[in-house]
């Protein structure tokens, strides 16, 4: 059945070959005066990212609305095209491969939705919602289908029977559990997560992230995990990359960013997060005015307008990701060593 | 002031989902549930029994209808109802009640051939303009505004003028006639459809757009169509009578309700019956249509769904 | 009236959405009281009622929605029992309200300045000048960058994070002496969130507004409320000072909700989980509606959580809590008759 990516299949001789890269990444938006107009300025949601993600191991994504992180976990997966850059999982160039070859890799690469009332088809059951992965690539005679199906429900935390049901059946909570269980039946070894826990309530969020959490450490899976929510991504992820206007502004171990945050922006954020200690109150200090206009960005470095250590070279000049040692990288002229 | 702005807003975005959270909500989609949610709404039930009715009388014309509807009697012309005529007889003597038997047949085969046309072409154009590349939704679009330039009856006339009269023509001319709102309708359920995050996901899940677009895109417009069907329909089967009527479509003998109550209307204050008998009947098939499409839209009112 | 009475109380409130056996009891049975100047976060989880109370106390509950019975006393008349005349005064004027969507709270083809002065101009009885050059005032009161510019400005032409601003400042315009805000950050990003809640503490302290914020998240509770009211399922099952429900939870769904929250700077291996989902409300609850997910059911009885409503019991002053765990404490009151 993985005849398609059995060159890469770990332990092979191909182990080392990251489970996924992405180079110099690029997505554009038009901004057009009218419906038909010329474009008058673009947007880049993806400004030039580089990451690697391994397999078994969980890179968070967080930046705020608007970042572009859900555009680029999308391009991550092939979902749309990158304008500039490439995507290789498993080492395979995704935007190279001809249609067949990307529809099987597809089977590898699964993503979870943030909302998970719309990204269930409200006119399919929640059984054949879960088993179109298996219909779609032809895995196994109806009665398998049907067994692996019952087989991911009950992993998720519900009943084989609930899938007759329809999605409206279901609370938000549950409704995210079937968009695992879909993800999940085509055996991935790579998940994209996007927002997978932000429409759901405290109480619920926490089955959602355990859930995850067994699963990725039961499988072994490589886990791009997406979210605006501090807290959340310091739970689940083991590296973390902080996006700011489509660029990767900080990437680093878990314990080092959190512990030792050297961007700005990325110490704001921390800083901006509310403390659930109620002796621990105000003096947060929130970066200075308001979110630019993605359409018209900073000259230099992109945090300038609102960043507290702005200097002259970050007008003049746009810090790269510089490496800071162990890993830690930052995108800021004013980091330690930088 | 501002706070008089938001309220209703507001308030009415937050009840509905603190209601829905809570409520039991009964099993939704599949047929069982739509046709329970239909016979416990007034309008579509009486809608649905009459048209029942006529599909009855369509099947068993021959063994319901007392009398030959092409039997002409010279001597029992235009006689009121009566014991052996029930509706009375038309200006040949043929026997009203009979003729509107039949007639049900050709009206439901009105319906039923313009229907399919209309939402056959509708739905392949609607869903290539709604879910294809964009140069064929630019061309079917501009393609269905020249369609709908004409007046509908103009048009119509114009299909009809080109083809010949003849009840076949008038069908496939009302039917025709009425692609450009199904392409419409569901080009643009087509579009709202494929931004939601269902279709993404299908992709995710290695869906081709043409599996995507049949196996979820289409399934997703059923319930706006089947709305749509039932408004569009009543409008349709007025439209061959009406061209009936003109002379454009079913041609006399031919027990059609349009051509019999042109056939009539001479005579409309003489023998009142003659005509009241296949216009009553007109009325009432197509206002049982629109009760039945009333009662469609309101079990599968999108808002609720 | 004397000073120490509360500013406002809110008694046995309930409010219905439908009629019949299928009502949703959306809010069912709260008790609630608010000093002058006092900060009282409302926190619970999505469905247990919490904006259809705040949107009660203020009579704006829309239809098929409506109160059933109750006592909503501000400075100790009823806004339940007001004339339509005397309610349209006490709104905006007593007691104000900002939302959660600040966009859609602003009218999008009148200026700014425009939606704050007319408040001004119509009820404070300022001159159309007056009531402009107040907006303006108010605009950088509440942190706008060039408020005679942004004045002129339409909602559409600023982000979300100064739509709420905007809303802010129209809201406390008349200097209410109670501010309701419905999840007011809850759409914005976390450093405007940061920035929004900084405004309200100021603003309110200023104007010694009192005011009721409810929201969903406990790290907005502790940094902004003086007491807290925690909901389930239309009731409110705890309320106690911020310090006290933060650090010494009485209540085993607010145990629960804090620690089923990731924290920053607390990595565990795993969190811990409410299991289930909120009850269904269409059903008349016998008991304690969190039963069925509750640790401590075993512990305090489980024929007595499933059978009857626990009254608020008190277990220190200052403090309730709907729990038969604390059953042994003195109780406010007795659950009234027909309690369901």
Known sequence: MSAALSPARPGGAASRVPLLRAAGLVVRFPVRAGVMGRPKAWVHAVDGVDLT??????????????????????????????????????????????????????????????????????????????????????????????????????????????????????????RQRVGIARALVLEPRLLVCDEPVSALDVSVQAQILNLLKDVQAERGLGMVFISHNLAVVEHMADRVAVMYYGRIVELASREMLY????????????????????????????????????????????????????????AAEEPPLLDLGQGHRAACWAARGA | MSLLHGETETAGAEALPAAEAAAPRPRRGGWRWLLGRLLRNPSARIGGGVLLLILFCAAFAPWIAPHDPLAVNTLGRLKPPSAVN?????????????????????????????????????????????????????????????????????????????????????MAAVGVAGIPGYARLIRSVALTVKREEYVEAARALGASEAQIILGTVLPNTISPLIVYLSYATPIAALSAAALSFLGLGAQPPTPEWGAMLVNSRSFLFTAWWAVAAPGLAIFVAIFAMNLLGNGLRDVLDPRDV | MSENAPLLQVRDLRTHFGTGPDAVRAVNGVDLSVDRGEVLGIVGESGCGKTVLALSILRLVDAPGRIVSGQVLFEGQDVLAMRPRALTALRGRDIAMIFQQPKASLDPVMRIGQQIAEPLRLRGGRTRAEAWREAVELLGAVGIPNPEEKARAYPHEISG???????????????????????????????????????????????????????????????????????????????????????????????????????????????????????????????????????????????????????????????????????????????PAGWS
């Not at chain 1, 109150?281 to 250590?309: H, I, N």
């Open chain 2, 86 to 170: 029930w509706l009375g007889t038309d200006e040949v003597g043929r026997d009203l009640a009979s003729r509107l038997i039949f007639g049900t047949r050709y009206f439901l085969l009105i319906c039923a051939i313009a229907a399919s046309i209309s939402a056959g072409f509708g739905i392949l154009l609607g869903l290539v303009a709604g879910a294809g590349s964009a140069l064929a939704d630019t061309v079917i679009m501009r393609f269905t505004d020249m369609l709908l330039a004409f007046p509908y009856i103009l048009l119509v006339l114009a299909i009809v003028a080109i083809l010949g009269p003849s009840l076949w023509t008038a």
């Open chain 1, 259 to 314: 512990a030792d945050p050297q961007h700005p922006y990325t110490r704001a954020l921390l800083a901006a997060v509310p403390s659930p200690d109620p002796a621990q109150r105000g003096g947060v200090a929130a970066p200075a005015g308001e979110p630019p206009d993605p359409a018209r960005l900073p000259s230099g470095c992109r945090f300038r307008s609102r960043c507290p250590l702005a200097m002259p070279r970050c």
């Open chain 1, 53 to 174: 993600v391994q397999a078994g191991e969980t890179l968070g994504l967080v930046g705020e609305s608007g970042c572009g992180k859900s555009t680029l976990g999308r391009t991550l997966l092939a979902l749309r095209r990158a304008d500039e850059g490439s995507v290789e999982i498993e080492g395979q160039r995704v935007f190279e491969l001809p249609p067949a070859k990307l529809k099987a890799l597809r089977r590898h690469a699964q993503m979870v939705f943030q909302d998970p009332v719309a990204s269930l088809d409200p006119r399919r059951t929640v059984g054949s919602s879960v088993r179109m992965g298996l219909d779609l690539h032809g895995i196994g005679t109806r009665a398998e289908r049907e067994a692996a199906v019952a087989q991911v429900l009950r992993r998720v935390g519900l009943r084989p029977e609930h899938a007759e049901r329809f999605p409206h059946e279901f609370s938000g909570g549950q």
């Open chain 3, 161 to 335: 994070g100064q739509a709420q601003r905007v809303m802010i400042a129209t809201a406390l315009a008349l200097k209410p002496r109670l501010l309701i805000a419905d999840e007011p950050t809850t759409a914005l990003d976390v450093t405007v969130q940061a920035q929004i809640l900084e405004l309200l503490r100021e603003r309110c302290r200023a104007l010694g507004t009192a005011l009721i914020l409810v929201t969903h998240d406990i790290g907005v509770i502790a940094q902004m409320a003086d007491r807290v009211a925690v909901m389930y399922a239309g009731r409110v099952v705890e309320n106690a000072p911020v310090a006290r429900i933060l650090g010494d939870p009485a209540h085993p769904y607010t145990r629960g909700l804090m620690r089923s929250a990731p924290v920053m700077g607390a990595v565990q291996a795993r969190l811990q989980e409410i299991p289930g989902g909120i009850p269904d409300l269409t059903r008349p609850l016998r008991g304690c509606a969190f039963a069925p997910r509750c640790d401590g059911r075993r512990q305090a009885g489980p024929a007595r959580c499933d059978g009857q409503t626990p009254p608020p019991f008190i277990p220190a002053p200052g403090r309730e809590a709907r729990c038969w765990l604390q059953d042994g404490a003195p109780a406010a009151q007795p659950a």
